[in-house]
C-alpha cells in the first residue's frame, strides 16, 4: 500500500496562498483581449431573453406582406427582393417609402441602380404631387412637397451615390443625423452596388455581396433597424415558370445569400404593368403568393392575392379568339366522322 499523499500546510500569512491553492500559486488564467472578446460571443439564456423585445410592426402598404407578417416589418427584421428587370423593383422601394414614413420612422433610401433624382421623383409623387412636376423647374410643387412631409412629421434621406460610402459609414452617420427613438429604416437598391469596409480588391462579386450583407444583418441588430434591400436578379429569373419552381434561385450571386433573410421575395413579370412575387420562405408567417400592379401616372402599386392570369395582349386574344373559331368548326365536323 502507498504511503499518504502529504499536503503542505497552509501559511494564512502569506497572501499568495489561498484555500484551494495549497501550493501558494495563482491559478487564474489571464485571458488575452482576443479572449476576451471570444468569451462575450457566449450569451447566457436569460441574457439572450431580455434582449427579445416584442415585435413594432410598421405597416408596409403592401396588404400580402402586412397580412402575412404579423401587421408589418419590424424592428430587426430584413427583406430582400430580386427579380429580372421591369419587375418593379425600385419602384416598389418608393412605395415603401411614402407607407412607412410618418413621427416613428426614419428613411434613408440608398437609390444606387436607377438615377437618384428619378428615384425621388417617383417618391415625391407617392405623397400626391405630380411626378413630371417634380422638377427644379417647378418650384413650388417642391416647396409644396415639403409642406406635406413636415405635416406628416417624416424624415427621409437619401445617400447621394457619389460618395461611394461603405454600408458601416452610411448606418453610423444615419444613425447621428436621424432624430433619436425613431426606428431606423434602410430602403437599398441595390446589393451588388454596396460597399462594406470589410471589402477588398482580391474579393469575388460573390465574398463583396456576402460581406455588404453580413454589414447590413449587423446593422439590423446593434441599431434595431429595419432593411428591404433590391438584389439583382440571374438570368433565369426572367422566365415567369424558372421563378415559380424554384424562388430563391432568382437571387444572383447565391440562394444562401437570400436565406439569410426574413423574408425574401422573387419577383417575375406577368404583363406590362403586373409583377407576380413568390414568397417561398417566411420567418415571419406564412409563404405565398401574390400580385403587384403598376399604376403608371402615380407610381402607386397595388396588391392582390395569388398568382392571378396575366393580361393578353391584342394579338394574343385575336389569335385566341381565331383558335376558338377555328375549335367551333373542327369538332363538329370531327363528330360527324
Do not use: C
Given at each position: 500500500m502507498s504511503a499518504p499523499f502529504s499536503?503542505?500546510?497552509?501559511?494564512?500569512?502569506?497572501?499568495?496562498?489561498?484555500?484551494?491553492n495549497d501550493w501558494g500559486e495563482e491559478t487564474a488564467e489571464v485571458l488575452t483581449p482576443e479572449e476576451q472578446k471570444a468569451a462575450k460571443a457566449f450569451v447566457s439564456l436569460p441574457e439572450v431573453l431580455r434582449q427579445n423585445k416584442p415585435r413594432r410592426p410598421i405597416r408596409t402598404g403592401v396588404s400580402w406582406i402586412d397580412e402575412n407578417t404579423g401587421g408589418g416589418l419590424s424592428p430587426g427584421e430584413a427583406v430582400i427582393a430580386g427579380g429580372g428587370p421591369g419587375t418593379v423593383k425600385t419602384t416598389l422601394i418608393t412605395n415603401l417609402s411614402e407607407n412607412m414614413a410618418g413621427p416613428q420612422t426614419a428613411l434613408c433610401l440608398i437609390a444606387?441602380?436607377?438615377?437618384?433624382?428619378?428615384?425621388?421623383?417617383?417618391?415625391?409623387a407617392q405623397f400626391?404631387?405630380?411626378?413630371?412636376?417634380?422638377?427644379?423647374?417647378?418650384?413650388?410643387?417642391i416647396d409644396r412637397l415639403e409642406t406635406r412631409?413636415?405635416?406628416?412629421?417624416?424624415?427621409?434621406?437619401?445617400?447621394?451615390?457619389?460618395?461611394?460610402?461603405?454600408v458601416e459609414e452610411i448606418a453610423e452617420t444615419f444613425d447621428r443625423v436621424a432624430p433619436k427613438d425613431r426606428i431606423r429604416i434602410y430602403l437599398v437598391d441595390l446589393l451588388q452596388l454596396m460597399e462594406s469596409k470589410d471589402c477588398s480588391d482580391d474579393d469575388t462579386e460573390q465574398i463583396e455581396t456576402r460581406r455588404v450583407v453580413e454589414a447590413l444583418l449587423r446593422v439590423v441588430r446593434l441599431q434595431e433597424a429595419i432593411v428591404f434591400a433590391i438584389s439583382e436578379a440571374t438570368k433565369a429569373a426572367i422566365a415567369l415558370?424558372?421563378?415559380?419552381?424554384?424562388?430563391?434561385?432568382?437571387f444572383a450571386?447565391?440562394?444562401?445569400?437570400?436565406?439569410?433573410f426574413d423574408l425574401p421575395i422573387?419577383?417575375?413579370?406577368?404583363d406590362e404593368t403586373t409583377v407576380l412575387c413568390v414568397v417561398a420562405k417566411?420567418?415571419?408567417?406564412?409563404?405565398?403568393?401574390?400580385?403587384?400592379?403598376l399604376d403608371p401616372v402615380t407610381w402607386r402599386l397595388g396588391c392582390q392575392e395569388g398568382r392571378g392570369e396575366p393580361k393578353r395582349t391584342k394579338g394574343e386574344a385575336a389569335r385566341a379568339e381565331a383558335d376558338s373559331e377555328q375549335q367551333k368548326i373542327l369538332v363538329p365536323a370531327l363528330l360527324k366522322a
Open positions: 499536503v503542505p500546510p497552509l501559511d494564512v500569512t502569506d497572501p499568495t496562498q489561498e484555500a484551494g444606387w441602380d436607377e438615377r437618384w433624382t428619378k428615384v425621388a421623383q417617383k417618391t415625391g400626391g404631387e405630380p411626378y413630371s412636376e417634380l422638377t427644379s423647374a417647378h418650384p413650388l410643387t412631409l413636415a405635416q406628416r412629421d417624416a424624415f427621409i434621406r437619401f445617400v447621394d451615390p457619389a460618395s461611394g460610402l461603405p415558370e424558372a421563378v415559380e419552381a424554384n424562388p430563391l434561385a432568382v450571386t447565391s440562394r444562401k445569400i437570400a436565406s439569410r422573387a419577383m417575375a413579370k406577368l417566411n420567418r415571419l408567417g406564412p409563404t405565398g403568393k401574390f400580385r403587384l400592379t
